[in-house]
């Protein structure tokens, strides 16, 4: 199937709903989670958790990491929250977004970029004070990333991708400098493999909601690709880099070889799967992209970790 695009027809300035009528305490709490989208946050988190034992090469200091978790988990909800504000009426012009809080007139855009100041400044404040001065930067610099500069290039230019990227492979390297540890290789290869990963996994969303991301005006590559196969050519591209990319942990000695053959495994799979995407794009196709992107990092990770700590014990 060709990733031509049909001409769609010029769409009003779409403004989100009227704010009614305040709800419950719950109904409200509810609405709050959900700006601060927590499914995305715990993927966050998760890897943040990864780099800081990585990062523990004797006892694993529980406090420090519960305090980077919760700093940083403020500073995440803030960015999900401001994202939200500034593409408050995008958001309200696509059919999967219509229903957040904003866009439905549950809250106040006002006071969702209030929450979305708020919560990434104490998170910044909290992680100075109880972690340490470089993940309290790393983590501010990563806020400003995504917030001031991806967020507003999705509607200048399909590079966003590249620059939203960098934001959101750093979360492992918040968690290693966490621990204690200094920015070196070791690092460098958790961001790398996170990523490289991001491409194919974002180029199979964007794929099966490329007539949402087209109405609402923002430049996403299946959005706006006109002819041939561009994105199974990118989600073939960044899967075959990746695949040495992953090899490196194995390479510097923070893996065994274990590890390294099961990201050899995971890779190739990884990999199959945006063949097969490239060579059909079809939403079946896509589909199983984005679920081989959904096991592949969960799968790496977890060898890399339980290796780490079982060779610790």
């Keep these: 199937m060709s990733t031509s695009v049909t001409s769609t027809p010029p769409y009003p300035a779409a403004e989100p709903a009227a704010v009614p009528l305040r709800r419950g305490l719950v109904g409200r709490i509810c ?3 959900e700006i601060a989208k927590p499914r995305i946050s715990a993927f966050v988190l998760i890897t943040v958790a990864a ?3 990585l990062s523990s090469n004797g006892t694993i200091q529980l406090s420090a990491l519960c305090h980077a978790l919760l700093g940083i988990a403020l500073v995440a909800a803030g960015s ?5 504000y500034i593409e408050r009426r995008s958001d309200a012009r696509m059919e999967r977004t219509l229903g957040r809080p904003i866009p439905s007139g549950r809250l106040a855009a006002a006071e969702v ?6 919560a990434g ?3 910044c404040v909290y992680l100075a004070v109880t972690v340490n001065w470089m993940t309290a930067l790393l983590t501010g610099l990563t806020y400003l990333a995504y917030t001031l500069i991806y967020t507003p290039l999705k509607r200048v230019t399909v590079f966003n991708t590249v620059v939203g990227a960098v934001p959101g492979a750093l979360p492992p390297v918040l968690g290693w400098t966490a ?4 920015l070196g290789i070791e690092p460098f290869s958790l ?7 991001q491409f194919p996994h974002f180029m199979a969303i964007a794929w099966l909601y490329r007539d949402d991301y087209r109405r609402a005006g923002l430049k996403m590559m299946p959005a706006v690709a006109r002819g041939g196969r561009i994105t199974g050519y990118v989600a073939v591209a960044y899967a075959l880099a ?16 274990f590890y390294t053959a099961a990201a050899l495994l995971c890779g190739a799979a990884y990999v199959w799967a945006a063949v097969y995407f490239c060579a059909r794009e079809t939403e079946r196709a896509a589909r199983w992209l984005l679920v081989a992107s959904l096991v592949y990092l969960p799968a790496v990770v977890s060898v890399l970790v339980g290796e780490h700590i079982y060779l610790l014990s």
């Excluded at 621990?179 to 200094?182: D, E, I, K, L, P």
């Excluded at 990746?242 to 070889?257: D, H, M, N, Q, Y």
């Design 51 to 53: 780099g800081f034992l």
């Design 31 to 33: 609405d709050y989670v």
């Design 80 to 84: 999900s929250a401001l994202n939200q």
């Design 191 to 197: 961001f790398a493999i996170l990523f490289l990963w």
């Design 113 to 118: 970029l209030a929450f979305g100041i708020l």
């Design 242 to 257: 990746l695949l040495p990319v992953s090899l490196l942990p194995g390479r510097i000695g923070l893996a065994s070889e």
């Design 179 to 182: 621990a204690g540890g200094g």
């Design 121 to 123: 400044l104490l998170g």
